[in-house]
């Protein structure tokens, strides 16, 4: 799944008119923050309303029956490709001893961890040991590598993380793809978007070192909106699909509110939002209305 040659996909989970010719990726991030949204993405993925989760193996809520209930949707024909969230940021901790900088006994801050890599300050084998650890967790709850890998809060691109992260993949799961967040729009049009204007130049560095490396990535990103209170995802999900090419991905983030999830991450009433439009009839109709349908995740070789 790269930029040279778009991924082919066999079907797909949607509805949609003998026109459509493009098929993308709807990923829901987050798989195991909190039951509350792993129970929304399962709902989804039922519906088949979403075809791909990546899924933070640090996290509390993710254990051995939360993995098992999204693995079993998998059983027979594959609803949804399950990747690894990878996650170096507070409030969580890492699975191995080694790694720096910490903030109190966890991750640190995105900034500081960015800041890090910019002055070259991260230690590059307690970095691998951490990618390989929680590489190693996901496959001991699926049993296999993940279909592909990201990062949360898209900390992989961070100086010196991508270059271990694109290390690890090619080493551990040469048959997954890695995200990167750069978008096909013109950046004219994306004036709006300054998160998304930021992943687009820290994701130039990462595809060129993808390519060199022969590990695929997606062809284009999009979902990145400002996660103020109020913000109308359903009026922003169309302007997404806007120059998307056949295998580009977007992220999303639905999820039921709980209580650990209020405690881990300020993301919360809009997650209810996310869910409640993707669950709607207005979801399909879009994709349809542009020519689009999610594409079908291939069975585990």
């Not at 040659?5 to 079907?11: G, K």
């Not at 051995?64 to 490709?81: D, F, K, Q, V, Y």
């Not at 709006?192 to 990535?217: H, M, N, Q, Y």
Request: glycine share 8%; proline share 8%; aromatic share 8%.
């Amino acid at each position: 799944m790269n930029d040279e040659q778009p991924a082919e996909f066999s079907s797909s989970v949607v509805r949609r008119p003998s026109s459509v010719v493009r098929h993308i990726w709807l990923c829901a991030d987050d798989y195991g923050i909190a039951t509350g949204v792993n129970s929304a993405i399962r709902d989804l993925i039922m519906r088949g309303r979403l075809n791909a989760t990546s899924v933070m193996v640090v996290a509390r809520s993710f254990t051995r029956a939360e993995a098992r209930s999204l693995a079993i949707l998998n059983s027979g024909t594959p609803r949804a490709a399950i990747g690894l969230h990878l996650t170096f940021t507070a409030p969580f901790r890492p699975l191995t001893p080694g790694f720096r900088p910490r903030r109190e006994d966890g991750f640190p801050l995105l900034r500081d961890l960015f800041k890090a890599g910019l002055l070259r300050q991260l230690k590059r084998e307690a970095l691998a040991a951490e990618i390989d650890a929680q590489l190693a967790a996901f496959a001991a709850a699926f049993g296999r590598p993940p279909d592909f890998i990201d990062g949360h809060q898209h900390a992989h691109l961070a100086p010196q993380v991508r270059e271990e992260v694109l290390a690890a993949a090619k080493r551990h799961a040469p048959g997954a793809w890695v995200r990167q967040c750069g978008s096909m729009q013109p950046a004219i049009k994306r004036l709006g978007d300054p998160k998304g204007l930021i992943l687009d130049a820290f994701s130039r560095a990462f595809r060129t070192r993808a390519e060199a490396l022969g590990v695929p990535t997606n062809p284009a990103f999009a979902g990145t909106y400002s996660f103020r209170p109020g913000a109308d995802f359903a009026g922003k999900f169309p302007r997404f699909l806007d120059d998307l090419p056949d295998g580009g991905l977007v992220m999303c983030h639905p999820g039921h509110v709980d209580d650990e999830l209020v405690r881990l991450d300020p993301l919360t009433d809009l997650r209810e939002r996310e869910y409640a439009y993707l669950a709607s009839d207005a979801f399909p109709a879009v994709l349809a209305a542009r020519g689009l349908a999610l594409a079908r995740p291939e069975a585990p070789g």
